[in-house]
Structure formats: structure tokens, C-alpha cells
């Protein structure tokens, strides 16, 4: 949703350590702006630490995404292991969407929401575990995303009962991409023998030649 508050940071095209792709703005770790957060001892402690890559290959899907299944003003999608928010954003600036944007480590919203107001819209946050987000929490969301979210082995049965719990509630669909974990793939075998769900490869040469796995789960 479009943000009408304060003046964001003046950032120029073509600024060093900035990337500008997709109609955003997004930093990388030796902007002036990124280091200011970090001196003021936000430093965020479970890989929050700069934006991921397949971040990209899910913005790619959304906009191939038409019928029921695109996003409109009146969707609400949860970006799920949000980070410093560059799909959230991206999905509220390019449908001007609801978007909650979900982590568990307090640090990355800071960097979230200086992204937001550089982008000039308005993005949701929410503190909270996986395993926490409850059929309540997921009641109104029609879409699902996270990236680079499945690192971890423990994470598989985690996020395995989150999509179950999320297709209980109707979410229309879940998109998780990962650059090839194992982890990311135990948790594909066990959705495609249980869901509607498949693997698709995505390649991107925008911001540069990038490639993820996209594991796409649909409400029957």
C-alpha cells in the first residue's frame, strides 16, 4: 500500500551499493544508510543479514501469476522469513496489496522498514515464529511466500505443517524458493505426496543471472 509519512532517505540512481530492479530501490550491506543501522546495533541474528537472492525468482512468479491466483488491492499475502523485506515490498508497491511481512528476529525490521519508506509504501511486520503462526493468524491471507526460508533440517516438519495449516484456511497458495538445499527438498517430497504441489525451476538475468527452485502449493 502506498506510504504517505515521512520523507525517506534521498537515494540516487546509480548511488554505490544499490541495486535498482523490478521498480525498486534495495541496498546492500555497504550502503551508508545499512551501516547506520548496524551502529545503531541492529544486527539482526538468524541470517537477516542482506537480501536473498531468490527473493527475486518469487517476484518473477507473482507477476506471471493471472486469474484468481494474481494479487489485487484486495489480497493479503504473508511473506514468511521476510528479512529486510525486498519481496514484501515489491509485492506491495507492484499490486498494492495487503502484505504482512514475518520474521523472527526483531533486528530485521529496521532494515524492512527503511526499505519500505525508500519505496514509498507500507508494509505490515510481524514478530513470530513459523510454528507459531496459528490457523487465526492465516484466516484472511489469500497468498503465501518465503525465500530461502528452508535451511535447516529442523525446518522441514516446521514449515511442512505450516502450509498444511495455511491450506486448512484457504490460503490459495504457497510459494517458497530455495537455490537447492536438501532441506528445501525433503520438504517438496513431503508436499507433493500430500498437496496439490510442485517443483518448478526459475532462472532471472535481472538483477543478474540468478536461478531457484520454486516450491508451489495449491488449495484444491
Request: hydrophobic letters at 40%; a positive charge; glycine letters at 4%.
Amino acid at each position: 500500500m502506498p506510504l504517505d509519512t515521512p520523507q525517506p532517505p534521498r537515494i540516487k540512481r546509480g548511488e554505490a551499493h544499490t541495486v535498482h530492479t523490478r521498480g525498486l530501490t534495495l541496498l546492500r550491506s555497504g550502503h551508508r544508510e545499512i551501516r547506520k543501522l548496524k551502529r545503531a546495533n541492529h544486527v539482526p541474528t538468524i541470517h537477516g543479514n542482506k537480501v536473498w537472492n531468490s527473493s527475486f525468482l518469487i517476484m518473477d512468479q507473482l507477476t506471471r501469476e493471472k486469474g484468481p491466483l494474481r494479487l489485487t488491492a484486495d489480497s493479503h499475502l504473508i511473506d514468511i522469513g521476510c528479512g529486510w523485506g525486498p519481496l514484501a515490498i515489491f509485492a506491495a508497491k507492484r499490486f498494492r496489496c495487503r502484505v504482512t511481512a514475518v520474521d523472527a528476529d526483531a533486528d530485521v525490521f529496521p532494515y524492512l522498514d527503511l526499505h519500505a519508506a525508500i519505496n514509498r509504501v507500507q508494509v505490515d511486520t510481524l514478530r513470530c515464529r513459523f510454528e507459531r503462526l496459528t490457523k487465526q493468524r492465516l484466516a484472511d491471507v489469500d497468498m503465501i511466500t518465503g525465500a530461502d526460508i528452508c535451511f535447516w533440517d529442523e525446518l522441514t516438519p516446521v514449515l511442512f505443517n505450516l502450509i498444511r495449516r495455511a491450506l486448512d484456511q484457504d490460503v490459495k497458495r504457497v510459494i517458497i524458493a530455495d537455490p537447492g538445499r536438501s532441506p528445501f527438498y525433503d520438504l517438496a517430497e513431503r508436499c507433493q505426496a500430500r498437496f496439490n504441489a510442485r517443483v518448478v525451476e526459475r532462472r532471472t538475468q535481472t538483477p543478474r543471472a540468478l536461478s531457484a527452485d520454486l516450491l508451489i502449493v495449491d488449495r484444491d
